[in-house]
């Protein structure tokens, strides 16, 4: 017989919601990686994404320096750390709990000054960017598949100007059609490039990551 437990959560904690955000607890509640997390200590289910990708690819090595692009609320960093990175930077707009093993920055890295105040952080250029970064969803969908497009167009030229060369570059996006064309600027810049679908990311859902190793410079 199942616990009724969280059938009770689900219908309090649904009250004045709306029907998204219902849908988003009721994932929430149902999720296995989400208690995973929890047990494990992550501050986000995000962060068995990166251990899949990890899995797959192979992206660290001890005493590499890496940077958490949009890193909040630090799942992400807290993987960078365990794997016994040199430097980590995880860097936010948005304000983010201090990691022991991380240099935590607040600041955009719009701004052009951002990838000087990271490479300061880390002394020098990075082995490894990470983001998982992907903007508000505004219920449009085409709308939608262009921001994060937009968004991780900014990220692949902060990684040019941060990575040396050898490098690697690992972000998300959104099937929808504009993703091909960014796909290919970022493998004229790289050796490699590998399109994953880690198993913690839902089924349903149309994101997918890419790992683009050997930076060109």
Not at 121 to 135: F, K, Q, R, S, V
Not at 139 to 163: N, P, Q
Request: glycine share 8%; hydrophobic share 40%; net charge positive.
């Amino acid at each position: 017989m199942s616990n009724p437990r969280p059938l009770a959560e689900r219908l309090k904690t649904a009250k004045g919601r709306s029907t998204s955000q219902q849908n988003w607890l009721r994932r929430q509640l149902n999720d296995p990686y989400v208690g995973k997390a929890k047990d494990a200590g992550y501050r986000s289910r995000a962060a068995f994404k990166l251990i899949e990708i990890d899995a797959k690819v192979r992206l660290f090595r001890p005493g590499m320096k890496i940077v958490d692009l949009g890193a909040a609320p630090g799942g992400w960093t807290q993987v960078a750390i365990e794997r016994k990175a040199g430097t980590v930077v995880a860097l936010d707009i948005l304000e983010m709990d201090q990691l022991p093993g991380a240099v935590v920055l607040q600041a955009d890295f719009l701004n052009p000054s951002a990838s000087e105040k990271v490479k300061a952080a880390l002394n020098g250029p990075a082995d490894l960017i990470l983001t998982d970064m992907a903007p508000s969803t505004t219920g449009h969908r085409e709308t939608d598949h262009l921001r994060i497009i937009a968004l991780v167009e900014a990220a692949f030229e902060f990684a040019c100007e941060v990575l040396k060369p050898g490098g690697a570059f690992v972000g998300k996006l959104r099937q929808g059609g504009e993703e091909q064309k960014l796909m290919k600027a970022v493998q004229a810049r790289f050796t490699k490039l590998q399109r994953i679908k880690p198993p913690s990311s839902r089924s349903e859902s149309a994101e997918f990551y890419f790992a683009a190793t050997g930076f060109k410079g």
